[in-house]
């Protein structure tokens, strides 16, 4: 079953029983609830083989239907969207990091009153994509100010439409492009400033046949629907924002560049971190930290069901 495949309402979702103990996704997902937040999702809400709700997650509109519902009804964050083939990110996943950044800095409980807080922590999101997710649920979360870099400003412009129609973001996010596909830091931090935390979560893929071979793998996965289904989901699911899944050298290169540029601005953000899907790329990468003499290297490790993510984190403060 999918990480994002949830159900009946109250009930603890297997899946989801090892998400950081901060994160609301821990209960099944409450359909009826979220169809109140946002009815357009009720047209792809059926009564699955375990007689529980759901949505077709080979159905990418039926999953980005789900997101918009879950950002409304849980984050207060409205009409949000992405253009068709645009990574659709498993809202669970992306708020356990946040939630980890948020120990990892020593934030206690989200405050229960966002806006009455001066924001403290400055976030740099590297690589914020067309859904801006890292940046929008740290600050409807934790009331954080973010700035989100991209080298795509297709994905900004998107972020920049999403911002705009949530006047009442109860922190706050800037958009900056990357213009050099091969620098990270460099031309987004600015002289003078401070952040306490980047996050980042690579291109994983080395080509962009590769994105689409593994795209193909997960739509045959979904081996109870038929071939017309599977090829519709197969379009859908992958389309011209593809550069968002890939990048020469894939995650470990991007990691590699991503820890060489973090030594240049060691004094301007006192964490950075990054997921690291493949296992096979955290040796190497921890090599290379030490090498460059940061002071301290966390693993943190993030399940949900089966599935096990990573993220590294160094200071070389
Ligand atoms: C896997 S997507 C992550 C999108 C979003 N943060 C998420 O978690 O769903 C990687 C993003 O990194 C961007 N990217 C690639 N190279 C970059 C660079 N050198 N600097 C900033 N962003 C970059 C891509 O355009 C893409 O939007």
């Not at 159905?59 to 207060?76: F, I, P, W």
């Not at 990892?104 to 859904?131: F, H, M, Q, Y």
């Not at 870099?149 to 994905?155: A, C, G, K, M, P």
């Not at 920049?160 to 996010?173: E, F, Y």
């Amino acid at each position: 079953m999918s990480t994002h495949q949830r159900n009946k309402k109250s009930k603890t979702d297997p899946n989801s029983k090892n998400l950081h103990p901060r994160n609301l996704h821990v209960q099944a997902y409450d359909f009826p609830s979220l169809i109140k937040s946002y009815p357009p999702l009720a047209p792809y809400v059926t009564t699955n083989a375990h007689n529980t709700l759901s949505v077709d997650f080979a159905d990418s509109l039926a999953v980005k239907a789900l997101n918009t519902a879950l950002l409304k009804h849980h984050y207060h964050i409205a009409n949000w969207d992405i253009p068709e083939g645009a990574l659709c990110p498993p809202i669970p996943g992306r708020a356990d990091y946040i939630h980890y950044i948020a120990e990892l800095l020593g934030v206690s409980e989200p405050p229960t009153n966002v806006k009455s807080i001066k924001p403290t922590i400055n976030l740099l999101d590297i690589g914020i994509g067309a859904n801006g997710i890292y940046s929008l649920l740290a600050c409807q979360i934790y009331g954080w100010q973010c700035v989100g870099s991209d080298i795509n400003t297709h994905s900004l412009e998107n972020v920049a439409a999403i911002i705009a129609s949530n006047p009442t973001l109860k922190g706050d996010v800037k958009l900056r492009t990357q213009t050099d596909k091969h620098h990270i830091f460099d031309g987004i931090i600015q002289t003078g400033e401070y952040f306490d935390v980047s996050v980042c979560n690579p291109p994983f893929h080395a080509s962009s046949d590769e994105a689409l071979k593994s795209n193909q793998r997960k739509i045959s996965n979904l081996s109870h629907h038929s071939n017309e289904q599977k090829s519709t989901a197969a379009k859908l699911n992958f389309g011209g924002l593809d550069a968002e899944l890939w990048c020469k050298g894939g995650e470990r290169l991007f990691l590699k560049k991503l820890i060489k540029e973090s030594q240049m601005f060691s004094t301007q953000c006192r964490w950075f971190t990054s997921l690291v899907s493949k296992i096979d790329n955290v040796k190497p990468a921890k090599k290379l930290i030490t090498k460059l003499g940061a002071s301290d290297i966390r693993e943190i490790e993030m399940k949900q069901g089966n599935k096990i993510t990573r993220i590294l984190a160094w200071t070389f403060m």
